[in-house]
């Protein structure tokens, strides 16, 4: 089967590429970086270089492929992120139902079914594109926050000895490893059990932020690691800091850590969740963790 890949060669695409290659498919990886080509190549898989925001460039990416893969990549510094995210996801629908496409696993969100409700108000929900389509089997993964998301503390446990975000250490936080992501998406292509419109969870832990603390502390050296609840503007200015657009910044990451401390994700886990899937618990990745604080260090 021919599959084409988008989102590069991030956390979720890199291990999904390998396994579907591994499986014996036909593999294509769009990019938008041109120095990515030769390690696509050496996963065995076809590079396709450009921009998701090019309609034709996405429409002769997905012409001639069998089932898709769907994400818009976290590119968090553009000045109108929705924006960004709604011209891809429309053009993903457009070359969808003009490719003939009838197999979509898509990258959903914890956020997507509360987008446009308050705090969320400004959240984009790409599955309202792709639902509209007839005759589309696809299968939304609605993962909660990535395990790979704690990377970007690093800094701040390094010269702080400390980890945060906009919400209290009691507060619990539905997280997802990456892997298990792939390994649905990569099962769901195999199979091609799904049909119509259908949504799967992954939860592969549910944690809260005084455990994350100690759980990455006591793997890197550090057991006086401690979680510090931000205030709303203290997040802000700290990712506007670190080269995130006030946009995306506001709308993406410190109003989905409101919801969070509202409560608001847990809620709807835990009334939505039926079909859930994931097996890598947060210690085994703090393991990992581990060991990419020390190559820095």
Do not use: C
């Not at 991030?10 to 990019?31: F, W, Y």
């Not at 457009?94 to 490719?99: G, L, N, S, T």
């Not at 947060?282 to 260090?297: K, P, S």
């Amino acid at each position: 089967m021919k599959i084409t890949i988008t989102g590069s060669l991030g956390n979720i695409s890199r291990p999904l590429t390998e396994k579907l290659v591994a499986q014996g498919h036909e593999v294509q990886v769009i990019s938008s970086d041109a120095n990515k080509a030769a390690a696509i190549r050496k996963l065995q898989a076809t590079p396709l270089i450009g921009s998701i925001e090019e309609y034709e460039f996405v429409k002769r990416s997905f012409e001639g492929s069998d089932a898709v893969y769907l994400m818009i990549p976290p590119n968090f510094s553009t000045p109108d992120y929705k924006a960004f995210t709604i011209t891809a996801g429309k053009n993903y629908a457009r070359a969808i139902q003009e490719a003939g496409i009838s197999y979509v696993v898509n990258l959903s969100s914890s956020g997507s079914p509360l987008a446009g409700q308050s705090p969320l108000v400004n959240y984009q929900n790409l599955e309202t594109f792709l639902d509209e389509l007839p005759s589309l089997n696809i299968l939304h993964l609605r993962p909660g926050g990535f395990y790979t998301n704690f990377y970007g503390s690093m800094g701040l446990i390094r010269h702080q000895g400390i980890i945060g975000n906009n919400y209290g250490e009691e507060v619990n936080m539905v997280l997802s490893h990456p892997e298990d992501i792939a390994d649905a998406a990569a099962k769901a292509f195999s199979t091609l059990s799904f049909t119509g419109k259908k949504v799967q969870y992954i939860i592969s832990d549910t944690l809260n932020g005084r455990q994350i603390a100690q759980i990455l502390g006591a793997a890197i050296g550090k057991p006086e690691l401690t979680w510090v609840p931000f205030t709303d503007e203290q997040l802000l200015q700290g990712l506007l800091q670190n080269g995130f657009s006030k946009d995306a910044a506001q709308h993406y990451i410190v109003d989905m850590g409101i919801a969070i401390r509202e409560g608001l994700l847990a809620a709807h886990y835990a009334q939505h969740a039926k079909e859930v899937s994931g097996s890598r618990n947060f210690i085994a990745f703090a393991e990992d963790f581990a060991r990419v604080y020390q190559q820095q260090g």
